[in-house]
């Protein structure tokens, strides 16, 4: 989110947060998307996120519960509800995932001066888990929340060329809708030329989108792996589309694998991986 009035942010499907916004509806929103990618929320940590204290999260929660978007488990943890328009991440690490990657998102946004992401991927879709932004008066804004199409996206892309090919005729070859992990079908005349840019980030080690989500924006994505090899999601560096040539020339792919590997080793150490 922009503080700075005086700083323009490129665009973003999610608008620009509303000059006069309501901040018990700011959230609630942000607690409906918690629960979205983390599956599940305690009271504390709710309270936590929101920086209130927990009895206001109290409150919201239970309006939440109350208009079907959460319920409470055997354990009083809150978890997605039946009127969640979106399935829940399904991934009880990614709290842990967004801790461990901070600092390094900090330090590599500080290098590049870009914004940096972390994400996974639920089926055909990634997940925004965090935003670091970088400080260019023009630069790419805040993503945490965000849910994109997996096969448009750098981080995406990366994550996807390291499938083998039977669970890709799954994702986007299938007709059929179970839960999110299809549906999202490629064309016909699409596919070929998608499995070849796949095999060409699988060389390289790195998948790039050149404004194939939003108009302005280009962004560098790398995957990352748990201590087994599997991967557990990706970091991008987004800039202005403008602007990418000239920062991928200053050594933005070293930059970005040096911080994957520092932060696999991270990983390596916390439980931070698939259930």
């Not at 978890?79 to 399904?90: H, L, N, R, T, W």
Request: hydrophobic share 40%; charged share 25%; aromatic share 4%.
């Amino acid at each position: 989110m922009q503080n700075n009035p005086s700083r323009r942010t490129a665009s973003r499907p999610a608008q620009k947060r509303p000059t006069y916004s309501i901040e018990a509806v700011d959230n609630a929103l942000l607690l409906l998307q918690l629960l979205r990618d983390g599956g599940a929320l305690r009271l504390k940590d709710a309270a936590a996120e929101l920086g209130v204290a927990p009895s206001t999260a109290h409150r919201l929660l239970a309006m939440l519960v109350y208009r079907g978007f959460a319920v409470q488990d055997e354990t009083r943890r809150y978890v997605p509800g039946p009127a969640m328009g979106v399935g829940p991440a399904g991934l009880s690490w990614t709290r842990l995932l967004r801790t461990i990657a901070q600092p390094h998102m900090e330090l590599l946004s500080g290098k590049v001066n870009e914004t940096v992401n972390l994400m996974v991927r639920v089926g055909t879709k990634v997940r925004f888990l965090a935003t670091v932004e970088g400080n260019n008066v023009l630069r790419v804004g805040d993503r945490q929340g965000t849910v994109m199409p997996a096969n448009r996206t750098s981080g995406g892309k990366a994550m996807l060329a390291e499938l083998e090919l039977p669970m890709l005729e799954q994702l986007f070859r299938s007709s059929d809708i179970d839960g999110g992990t299809a549906g999202d079908t490629i064309p016909d005349g699409e596919y070929p030329a998608f499995l070849r840019e796949l095999e060409t980030i699988r060389g390289n080690g790195f998948a790039a989108n050149f404004e194939g989500t939003e108009d302005g924006v280009s962004a560098l994505g790398m995957a990352l792996h748990n201590i087994r090899g599997d991967v557990v999601g990706a970091l991008s560096v987004a800039t202005p589309a403008t602007r990418f040539r000239s920062v991928f020339d200053a050594g933005l792919v070293p930059a970005l694998r040096e911080t994957c590997r520092q932060l696999e080793i991270d990983i390596a150490a916390n439980p931070a991986e698939r259930d």
